[in-house]
């Protein structure tokens, strides 16, 4: 996989498909998001605030930008990099997920003859990588696109500058081009509004009771008076073979 530091890949006609990391390409069960939120509530009690303070700036700023570093950065003058170091970094990812021989098939049939596979993620690279790495998957992905906290005012999801810049750097310019899957169901919207063709939302079932529920109910959610877009439900990633099954190799 490469990032290409060195500017776009050729123009490639191929269809493309985004997979988004975290909590799609693992299963929420595996606790990472409440560990996370954990990491980030000890961030925002650092800054001084009450525990009920963090709380509640926390969700709100997760509704309201998709991230909770998006606040962190606007309202409290945080260094990303040092958020990013005490949150996603010092997770113990490789004790929380680990590989898994589906997935990795899932990846094997998709046809690369007509399809580009890429990542797209609200984490910075450093975390994403190492995801892909755990999950045996960073040679089936042919590119990625994170949230860069080195650039002052960096975009996320579900912001269409977010989704824009990812278009560019896989040189696609066609959206109807595009499949994309992603937990979050605002993040599919946005994607959906711009023209992304072939929207899904991962929407594991079940879940709804564990800890961290919350963040799962946000990330379920659609804004008020949302139109209906075919976005399609799935409750696992083997269901792609059925909603697209144009971009997998034919089965013998
Ligand atoms: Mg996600």
Redesign the pocket.
């Given at each position: 996989m490469s990032d290409q530091p060195n500017g776009q890949p050729p123009e490639d006609d191929r269809l493309i498909v985004w997979f988004?990391?975290?909590?799609?390409l693992y299963s929420a069960s595996s606790n990472i998001s409440h560990a996370m939120g954990t990491k980030i509530h000890a961030y925002f009690v650092n800054l001084g605030l009450s525990h009920e303070d963090a709380s509640e700036l926390h969700m709100k700023y997760y509704t309201q930008y998709g991230l909770a570093l998006r606040g962190l950065t606007r309202h409290h003058d945080v260094d990303p990099l040092d958020f990013d170091r005490k949150c996603d970094g010092s997770l113990p990812l490789e004790d929380m997920i680990s590989y898994n021989p589906s997935l990795r098939k899932l990846f094997q049939d998709i046809d690369r003859s007509k399809v580009r596979v890429w990542a797209l993620?609200?984490a910075y690279r450093p975390h994403a990588e190492r995801v892909l790495r755990i999950l045996k998957l960073d040679d089936l992905v042919d590119g990625l696109v994170y949230c860069d906290y080195e650039v002052e005012n960096f975009v996320c999801k579900p912001e269409p500058e977010y989704y824009e810049m990812a278009m560019k750097k896989a040189n696609v310019n066609d959206p109807s081009k595009c499949y994309f899957i992603?937990?979050?169901r605002k993040?599919v919207d946005a994607a959906r509004d711009l023209g992304w063709a072939h929207c899904v939302h991962f929407c594991e079932k079940g879940l709804e009771a564990m800890e961290g529920g919350k963040i799962k109910e946000i990330?379920d959610s659609r804004e008020p008076g949302a139109a209906d877009n075919d976005v399609v439900d799935v409750p696992t990633l083997e269901y792609l073979r059925i909603v697209w099954p144009e971009i997998f190799k034919p089965s013998k």
């Open positions: 988004d990391i975290d909590n799609t993620t609200n992603d937990d979050n993040n990330d």
